[in-house]
Every structure is written in structure tokens, then in C-alpha cells.
């Protein structure tokens, strides 16, 4: 089965620093990965995705990503960050099971942003 | 607006009862998840169905149940078999079954045993 790992917890940067939050992925063919941010008490929304193509994919808010297959990597990052980005990311990975699609989610990373 | 909606926001559930959460959408979208959200334990997918009348279950299906008998709705019913069902509640959908397209999330469901 195909799975992603956050390895942080938590990261913190200050405003107007940029900001990385990591994801590596284990999957047997082609990744299809995707971003996620969640605000308290919410549901979740999509900020970007990688299916194929660039291997720097950009998103909403201002986020993007760099998918290196070497590395297995897709780290989301954000070159200025700011206070309203404080919020809980996670990263996710298609697998395909039995002629079946679903999404599988990592732990999550929570960023916090301070002044 | 199209877009997920999830009810109630807020359930409380006494030991040994029922409930039913409830998704509808209106984006036409041929799959629905749901997922249960743990603090620290990210989103563990319960049943997805990718077209109406067959589901599949995720990997923490038991004590769960979901039907499908219209495109647009994806109930979850939490059985007193649930031991430990107090959680954040996530369902969401997407337009294709292919994997590739986003998926779009309700505001969620807190249910929380009393």
C-alpha cells in the first residue's frame, strides 16, 4: 500500500521567513500526491497537487511544492510566510487498492507563524 | 453554493445507542470518503464509495456503517460496536474515481459519547 510521512510535529517560522513543511512518500508506480491545510474546527482544503509534469507545482495562498523522485519527496513550502498561515498541513498520497481509488493522509504537521 | 454538507456539527451519543452523520453534496461528484480525525493521528479513512449502491471499506470500518443509495449522499452511522467513537468526523468527495482530482471536504461532524 502507498503511504506519506510527515516527520515534524510542528514547525514554527517567523513572519515574513520562508517556511518548509515535509513529506516523503513510499508508493509503488507513479505518485499522485496532494496538499491539505485545515483551520481549526474545519474541514480541509486543497492547496496543490502533483500528477505529472513540473516538479514544482504551485497552489493556492501563495504555497508551492517540489515533487524530487530521487528523494521521494514533496515538501511544501512558501517563500514569506504569514501569521494566518498558522494551521495544520498534511500531505496525501492516491492509492489504488483492488481497482479502487482512495487518499491516504500522514499524520499532519502543524505550522505556527509567529509575529 | 455548490459544496459538502455535513450535519449535525456537533453530536453527543449515549453508550450503547445509534447515530447517523449525515453528507450531501451537490457538485455531482462520483466518490465520497469518510474519514475519522484523532488529535495526533491524522485521517484514518473509514468506507469510500465510488459510485451508488457499492462502498468499500477503509481501514477502520469496523463498528461503522455507510450507505449509498443516491449519488449525492453518503450517511455514516456510528454503532453502539464503535467502541471508542468520540472524534472529529470528516466526509468528503470527489468528481472522479480515477484519483487524480482533488477531493473537497464538509466542516465536519464532533461527536462525542456522554
Known amino acids: 500500500a502507498q503511504s506519506v510521512a510527515q516527520p515534524e510535529d510542528q514547525v514554527n517560522v517567523a513572519e515574513g521567513n520562508p517556511l518548509t513543511v515535509k513529506c516523503t512518500y513510499s508508493?509503488?508506480?507513479?505518485?499522485?500526491l496532494f496538499w491539505y491545510v485545515q483551520y481549526p474546527n474545519r474541514g480541509l482544503q486543497f492547496l496543490l497537487k502533483?500528477?505529472?509534469?513540473?516538479?514544482l507545482v504551485k497552489g493556492s495562498y501563495g504555497f508551492e511544492a517540489e515533487f524530487n523522485k530521487s528523494q521521494t519527496s514533496f515538501h511544501l513550502k512558501k517563500p514569506s510566510a504569514l501569521v494566518s498561515d498558522s494551521a495544520l498541513y498534511f500531505c496525501?498520497?492516491?492509492?489504488?487498492?483492488?481497482?479502487?481509488?482512495?487518499?491516504?493522509f500522514g499524520a499532519g504537521t502543524r505550522l505556527a507563524v509567529h509575529p | 453554493d455548490g459544496g459538502i454538507t455535513q450535519s449535525p456539527k456537533y453530536l453527543f451519543r449515549k453508550e450503547g445507542q445509534n447515530v447517523t452523520l449525515s453528507c450531501e453534496q451537490n457538485?455531482?461528484?462520483?466518490?465520497m470518503y469518510w474519514y475519522r480525525q484523532d488529535p495526533g493521528q491524522g485521517l484514518r479513512l473509514i468506507y469510500y464509495?465510488?459510485?451508488?449502491?457499492?462502498?468499500q471499506k477503509g481501514d477502520i470500518a469496523e463498528g461503522y456503517s455507510v450507505s449509498r443509495e443516491k449519488k449525492e449522499s453518503f450517511p455514516l452511522t456510528v454503532t453502539s460496536a464503535q467502541k471508542n467513537p468520540t472524534a472529529f468526523y470528516l466526509c468528503?468527495?470527489?468528481?472522479?474515481?480515477?484519483?487524480?482530482?482533488?477531493?473537497?471536504f464538509g466542516q465536519g461532524t464532533r461527536l462525542t459519547v456522554v
Open positions: 468528503a468527495s470527489s468528481r472522479d474515481t480515477g484519483g487524480w482530482t482533488e477531493a473537497f
Open positions: 508508493v509503488s508506480g507513479n505518485p499522485y
Open positions: 502533483y500528477i505529472t509534469g513540473d516538479n
Open positions: 496525501a498520497v492516491r492509492d489504488r487498492e483492488g481497482g479502487y481509488n482512495k487518499l491516504i
Open positions: 457538485l455531482n461528484h462520483d466518490a
Open positions: 464509495s465510488q459510485i451508488v449502491n457499492d462502498f
